[in-house]
């Protein structure tokens, strides 16, 4: 079993930065690949980002790329979503979700986080 947490969301005006942070609890996380999806009102749950357990790999969604960052910390057992450059077309849900491989797709995740909301005005 592996538990995760969300946190980092908030309000922010566009152009604005937020860093999101998912720690992780129960099994190994350095064995783990972590990816970000986002839901926003209305909508299907969308992959952001993914990275795999030793970092040497990341895949984003194109609608972030250049301005969202994946990265963690296997000491600390967290991943984090660095996004910089926000618009209002960002605000949703913000979930991180662990899987046995990178991967884009949403049902290769087995384990789920409760979600932080990111609001951006406009």
């Known amino acids: 079993q592996v538990q995760l947490v969300e946190s980092g969301g908030g309000l922010v005006q566009a152009g604005g930065s937020l860093r999101l942070s998912c720690a992780a609890s129960g099994r190994s996380f350095g064995s783990l690949a972590m990816g970000w999806f986002r839901q926003a009102p209305g909508k299907d749950r969308q992959f952001v980002a993914a990275?795999?357990?030793?970092?040497?790999?990341?895949h984003y969604d194109d609608s972030v790329k250049g301005r969202f960052t994946i990265s963690r910390d296997n000491a600390k057992s967290t991943v984090y979503l660095q996004m910089n450059s926000l618009k209002a077309e960002d605000t949703a849900v913000y979930y991180c979700?662990?899987?046995?491989?990178?991967?884009?797709?949403?049902?290769?995740?087995?384990?789920w986080g409760q979600g932080t909301r990111v609001t951006v005005s406009s």
């Open positions: 979700a662990a899987a046995t491989a990178s991967s884009w797709l949403r049902s290769d995740y087995g384990y």
């Open positions: 990275i795999n357990w030793s970092s040497s790999n990341t």
